[in-house]
């Protein structure tokens, strides 16, 4: 079992969806990892050491067969680890950093597809697709809108996501100026 050291921080606790498995991540060892524990406390848990340089790490995000967990970084960039092979894919990273979730990545119900938002150099949030088998990314909007929000359908044929046309005035978040324009979404398929 993995076992606790006082004063470490834990954050970020995700259930895999067969229900086996509890990922967090903790800087029980200085620096942090991923740990999964085994959700009846009794098996052995495992530790995924998550790189170097060492970072801040959020919001770990199951795959839906709980073989694969995606999860964000302070560098604006985000990964993907196989706990099986317990070595961390970069997948993408964005260009400014924000105050609301970027990224926010969403598998495919057969998990071999990862779908995502990224902020452009124009401001604009664009709809991304990773493939796990590839290793390749390739993004699906055409960066003359703001797109967020992306999302697989059940069947996993569609991307869900939603569009702002009029969000320009609003992307630089730091000016107060933006605060008085009024942002209106749609809701799209891909």
């Known amino acids: 079992n993995l076992t606790r050291t006082p004063g470490a921080a834990e954050r970020d606790p995700s259930w895999s969806p067969d229900g086996k498995w509890i990922a967090y991540f903790s800087d029980e060892s200085g620096e942090y990892a991923l ?24 919001t770990p995000i199951w795959s839906p067969d709980s073989k694969k967990i995606a999860y964000t970084d302070k560098r604006l960039a985000l990964w993907y680890v196989d706990i099986e092979k317990g070595a961390p894919v970069k997948i993408d990273t964005t260009t400014y950093e ?29 709809v991304c697709v990773y493939s796990i088998e590839t290793g390749k990314s390739t993004q699906v909007t055409d960066g003359q809108s703001d797109a967020r929000f992306a999302s697989f359908d059940k069947s996993g044929k569609h991307i869900y996501f939603t569009a702002s046309t009029d969000a320009g005035p609003t992307t630089g978040w730091l000016d107060m100026s933006s605060f008085t324009h009024r942002v209106t979404r749609s809701v799209y398929a891909i």
Do not use: C
């Open 35 to 58: 740990h999964l524990r085994d959700q009846n406390g009794m098996a052995e848990g495992k530790k995924i050491n998550l790189g170097n340089p060492p970072s801040f790490y959020y």
């Open 98 to 126: 924000n105050p609301w979730r970027v990224f926010d990545p969403s598998w495919s119900p057969d998990s071999r597809w990862l779908t995502y938002t990224k902020q452009l150099k124009n401001r604009l949030g664009a």
